[in-house]
């Protein structure tokens, strides 16, 4: 018995990935840029993968360290009515001192 690939159709699923980079970096960043990044950064994992049910998530991180390299900052991950990162939180990766408790380079949120 064969188990389908969830991930079969990876131009739909780098698509996705290129969409929300797209709307979170809101026009700062051109959309070619962000597709040219999404299917290097897919192309450069798959390479040495030696399964593929990681590459979206995998990708998709990856382009989005590219990104925040590139434009000197992590792109939100959603915005509140006012414009500013929901939560106050940041991408991982996002720099915040006071934040940073764990000392991992990002924010920590509420500890539960």
């Given at each position: ?23 979170r ?30 590459l ?28 500013t ?28």
């Open positions: 018995m064969t188990t389908q690939n969830p991930f079969e159709d990876t131009d739909r699923v780098l698509d996705r990935i290129t969409d929300k980079f797209d709307e970096y809101d026009g700062e960043v051109p959309r070619e840029t962000i597709e040219e990044k999404v299917h290097e950064a897919y192309s450069e994992l798959a390479e040495g993968a030696v399964t593929d049910s990681m979206p998530a995998l990708t998709e991180h990856e382009v989005g360290d590219r990104l925040a390299e590139e434009v000197g900052r992590p792109a939100p991950l959603a915005e509140s009515a006012d414009g990162p929901s939560g106050g939180q940041l991408r991982a990766g996002a720099a915040d001192p006071e934040g940073d408790q764990g000392g991992l380079g990002r924010p920590v949120g509420p500890q539960y």
